[in-house]
């Protein structure tokens, strides 16, 4: 079964910076799309940002300029880069994907998620 695994959260004041990682070892990883999603309570969960297996990145308009993912295949692990952290990007963050250049599904297309990682955010 693949399934991510986020780390990296914690509490940050505002304007503070946090790395994610999203790890996934059973899978060819460098093949896969993967997009960072984050559900605050009572919201749906969003995209936020994804990078494709050939690297293309994307971003939501409330994290674009702050926010930067990347990927590191050798470690087959997706970064989510946070900076300017504001006090509405606190959420459970959420890493998943699929094989080949595609952008990420929506949310409700996945039927397996990971336990996420917390962002909290004040000051």
């Known amino acids: 079964q693949v399934q991510f695994v986020e780390s990296g959260g914690g509490l940050v004041q505002p304007g503070g910076s946090l790395r994610l990682s999203c790890v996934e070892s059973?899978?060819?990883?460098?093949?896969?799309?993967v997009g960072w999603y984050r559900q605050a309570p009572g919201n749906q969960r969003e995209l936020v940002a994804y990078?494709?297996?050939?690297?293309?990145?994307n971003y939501a308009d409330s994290v674009k300029g702050r926010f930067t993912v990347s990927r590191d295949n050798a470690r087959k692990t997706v970064y989510l880069q946070m900076n300017s952290l504001k006090p509405e990007d606190p959420a459970g963050y959420y890493c998943?994907?699929?094989?080949?250049?595609?952008?990420?599904?929506?949310?409700?297309?996945?039927?397996?998620w990971g336990q996420g990682t917390q962002v909290t955010v004040s000051s």
């Open positions: 990078i494709t297996a050939n690297g293309v990145t």
């Open positions: 998943n994907g699929e094989g080949g250049e595609r952008v990420p599904a929506r949310p409700g297309l996945y039927a397996a």
């Open positions: 059973q899978i060819t990883f460098s093949m896969y799309s």
